[in-house]
């Protein structure tokens, strides 16, 4: 029912920036708490960033101030900048819903988007 559609991956050298996007599409009184995840091959799908409604923020320790989420709740958008990319930084990026305040809007909790890819060289 939630549909989320994730832009923004590209290749870039060490060092460089990009900024994903996750964009929703649900009803406008659901607004959804979202997380970044990304996924290297033969690794596990792993957590990045969260960002609640409320805009209460959680990250993986490995972000150490180089990424930072934010969201745009009228555009039910949620954003990922990231600086100061890493090689260990490429993998496939993905954005979920993971929680949501009205029991009218459960139904969307769990969605996953296609996944955007992020290749950073050295």
């Known amino acids: 029912q939630v549909q989320l559609v994730e832009s923004g991956g590209g290749s870039v050298e060490a060092g460089g920036s990009l900024r994903l996007s996750c964009a929703a599409s649900a009803s406008s009184d659901c607004l959804y708490d979202m997380a970044w995840y990304r996924q290297a091959p033969g690794k596990e799908r792993e957590f990045v960033s969260s960002i609640a409604e409320s805009g209460k923020m959680r990250n993986a320790d490995f972000v150490k101030g180089r990424f930072t989420i934010s969201q745009d709740n009228t555009a039910n958008t949620v954003y990922l900048q990231m600086n100061s990319l890493k090689p260990e930084d490429t993998a496939t990026y993905y954005c979920?819903?993971?929680?949501?305040?009205?029991?009218?809007?459960?139904?969307?909790?769990?969605?996953w988007g296609q996944g955007t890819q992020v290749t950073v060289s050295s």
């Open positions: 979920t819903t993971v929680g949501v305040r009205l029991r009218r809007c459960f139904s969307g909790v769990g969605a």
